[in-house]
Structures are given as C-alpha cells and as structure tokens.
C-alpha cells in the first residue's frame, strides 16, 4: 500500500510486459560497504506496487579505509554492483536508479579525501548501465540516516498503513556514529528538544514528526577509541593505548579509518599517567573500573528525551551483534531485551575475560559501552525493553529501504 498517491497512475513505475521494477541502493558504512537490490511488483493496474524482496550483499572493509587509494575503494562497489547486472534484467537497467549514500566513516575523513572516494565511485556508476540520477554518490546527511531507518521499520512492520499507526522508535549503533529517533507523543518533547533534534518528513502521503538526532564519534568504534583516549589522533601510531575494559595481558594493534593503533591491559607495571581514568587504578580490570572509563565518554554528551523513558524500542546493527555474540538472543531470530540485560551481561564477561578470551578482546569494553549509553547516554531505565530485529519479513532493517522510497518518489520515475 505505500505506493498510494506516489505515482499517479499513468505514470506508475512498472514495466507493462514484466510488471517488475527494481531500486539500487548502496550503504557505504564506516565498516563496510552493502548493496540492496529491491524487487517491486505491481501484480494488477488497479491495486499499488509491493516491495516483494531484496537481494544484499556486503563487503569489508568500508569505503573510508581506501582513503589514500580510492580507486580501491571504487573497485569494492563496481564488485557488488556486478551483482546487480545479474539480479536485474537487461531490458530494465536502464530504468533501474543506483544510489551510493556514504555514513559516519566518510563524514570523519577529510572533505578531499572523501570527495576523492566519492568521484571514484561516481565513475563506477556513470560506466555502468543503470540510471545515475543526479547527486547519486553522496555523504548522508546524519539526520536522514535515523529517519530513514525509522521508516524502513515502520514501514516493514505495517506501522505506516492504516488508521491506527503505532509506530516505535529506533536505534542504531554503527561504528562510528549512533542514532535515535521516534515520533513524539508528548508535547513536552517537542518544546523541550533543541530545535536541530526534530525534522518534519514526508513520506506515503502523510507528514510525520520525528525526534532524530545522529551523534557522531559515539558508533561502538568510535568509542572504543574515545575510551582509549585515542580519538582524533591521527598521529596516534606507536603509542600504546591501555584500558581496564581489555585482558590484562594484551598488547595489540587495529585499523580504523586508516590508522593504526596499539592498545593493551591495564597491567600492574605501567605508569598512571597510562591508564584513561583518574579513578581507575594500575592492574584494576573488570566491570566497574570499565564502566567509570566508559561512563566519561558518553555522561553529559547526549539529550535525554524523558518520553523515551517508559516506551520500548527497536535496535539494530551493533547492539543486535554483541546481543547475539554473547547469547542474549539467537542470531537467526533476534529477540527482545531489556536495558538491564546487556548490563548484567557487561559484568560477566568484564569479570571473567579470562573466560571469553577467546571472543574479541574489546568485548568487555563494547558490552560496557552499551550499557552506558542506554543508561546514562540516552537515559533508558532499567527495564526498557529492546526489540533486537535483523530483518523483518527477508528484508534487512536498514535506512537502504527508506531511502529507496524517497528515491522513487523524488525522481517520479515513469516506465
Ligand atoms: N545492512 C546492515 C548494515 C550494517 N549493519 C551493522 O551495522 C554495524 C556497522 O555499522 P556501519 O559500518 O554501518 O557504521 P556507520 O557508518 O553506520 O557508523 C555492524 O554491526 C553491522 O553488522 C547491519 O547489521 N546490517
Ligand atoms: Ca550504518
């Protein structure tokens, strides 16, 4: 149904012959670059087109590790565009758009960088035989990414059709920026939210109000290296970053962005000016003294909407993998949490990382990090509960399919 009064009838996107239509959408990330290929059917003249599936692929690394080769980065998206030349039908690639929205890892690089990246993929797009519409590779706006989110859930579980919406909130935690936004309900919030924090978006015939706020540097990445102390170093190579979120023992190195860092335990012997909290003793491991490290990166940093309180919540990407990863749900089916879950499950890897050394080493400080941020980032209680959603009906909970939507409407696309 959410075609209703997109398209007026003779001009309505569909093939007369196949009556199948197609959208291209890619998701540049800061860890890695996805493709969604949407199938849409119009199976009569008289009722509206359905989304009838999506075909996703995805790549490791992000666009923004090629900083310095965008070509290379370029290559990674012509490879999963070639998917695309298989999925779709000859006769229809000329009629099919291909869009490339960069996140949070773009919008940390340097404006040359990026844009360097950006015109790389841009040629990609113009060599191949689909519709490039213009402004077709860009770096997203973080307001838009939430939004769109908010409207692929809604929208996949039949929250945007009918009288009687009730539409839930979402959360998305990626790597280098995190996002909320839900309708409010209260009056309150709209007089009480800064003004930059609430946009009106239409979409399906209807205008909604939505409370959105993208917080760059707070993705699960970002934050491990704000724990670090390591943020926006970029001349950070060599020096060892030391945390009581990670195995005593560990001394290590990671790549992100493009740069690389050493990190390690708090080990007994290292000098205190060493260790990122001035509460946090030399050789102290373990859940509290990661939590008090944890808790400077995100306290006081985020606005606390109080009608979110009391409501539940849909969360994706990293809170559904480190969910996943330690059990609290099944991978396959997600599941639903509460605030309090996460936190009990915080303490027992923190307190015997002995026993999850095997998993990765930031485990502890990731499960910490969510607690903090739900608790004492956006003020979540205790027993908020947290719908923890993959995909719904085979389709990915991603903002690719919100965006999709607004691509077929902003170009009125006719066949
Ligand atoms: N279609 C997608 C895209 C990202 N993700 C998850 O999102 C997280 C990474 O976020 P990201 O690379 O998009 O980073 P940002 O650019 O959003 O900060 C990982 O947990 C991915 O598994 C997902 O689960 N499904
Ligand atoms: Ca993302």
């Known amino acids: ?161 009918g009288q009687n919406q009730h539409t839930v909130g979402t959360l998305d935690l990626g790597g280098a920026s995190t996002q909320i936004t ?24 209807s205008t909604y109000q939505l409370y959105t706020h993208s917080y760059l540097g707070f993705g699960l990445k970002a934050a491990r290296l704000a724990t670090l102390g390591a943020l926006n170093m970029e001349a950070a190579d060599g020096q060892m970053f030391r945390s009581s979120c990670l195995p005593k023992q560990l001394e290590a190195e990671w790549h992100f962005g493009g740069v690389k860092y050493r990190y390690g335990g708090n080990k007994k012997d290292v000098p205190l000016w060493l260790i990122p909290s001035v509460f946090v003793l030399a050789g102290e491991t373990g859940f509290k003294p990661c939590y008090l490290e944890v808790l400077k990166v995100v306290k006081g940093k985020l606005h606390q909407p109080d009608e979110i309180r009391g409501s539940s919540f849909y969360a994706f990407s990293y809170y559904y993998d480190r969910a996943a990863d330690t059990n609290l749900i099944d991978y396959e089916q997600g599941g639903v949490l509460e605030v309090r879950d996460f936190e009990r499950k915080a303490k027992e890897v923190c307190d015997n990382m002995e026993r999850f050394s095997s998993a990765s080493p930031f485990l502890c400080m990731d499960l910490t990090y969510i607690t903090a941020l739900l608790k004492e980032g956006f003020g979540f209680r205790d027993n908020t509960l947290l719908k923890l959603t993959k995909k719904v009906n085979n389709i990915e909970t991603s903002w690719t399919l919100g965006a999709t939507f607004h691509l077929l409407q902003s170009l009125g696309i006719t066949y």
């Open 1 to 161: 149904m959410w075609f209703q009064d997109l398209f007026p009838p003779n001009t309505c996107p569909i093939n007369a012959k196949t009556n199948t239509f197609y959208g291209i959408m890619f998701d540049a990330g800061s860890t890695g670059t996805r493709i969604h290929i949407y199938t849409f059917v119009q199976k009569s003249p008289e009722i509206l087109p359905e989304l009838e599936g999506e075909i996703f692929e995805s790549v490791k690394p992000g666009l923004s590790a090629y900083a310095d080769e965008p070509e290379k980065g370029a290559e990674s998206v012509k490879r999963l565009l070639d998917m695309a030349i298989d999925a779709v039908p000859p006769h229809l690639w000329k009629k099919t758009p291909v869009v490339l929205k960069a996140t949070a890892g773009l919008r940390l690089l340097s404006e040359e960088k990026a844009q360097a990246l950006l015109s790389e993929v841009k040629e990609v797009f113009e060599a191949s035989p689909f519709l490039v519409p213009e402004d077709s590779v860009s770096i997203m706006d973080g307001s838009y990414e939430g939004i769109l989110a908010w409207i692929t859930v809604n929208f996949l579980t039949g929250q945007l059709s």
């Open 182 to 205: 839900f309708l409010p309900r209260f009056e309150e919030t709209l007089k009480e939210s800064p003004r930059d924090f609430l946009t009106s978006f239409e979409m399906f015939n």
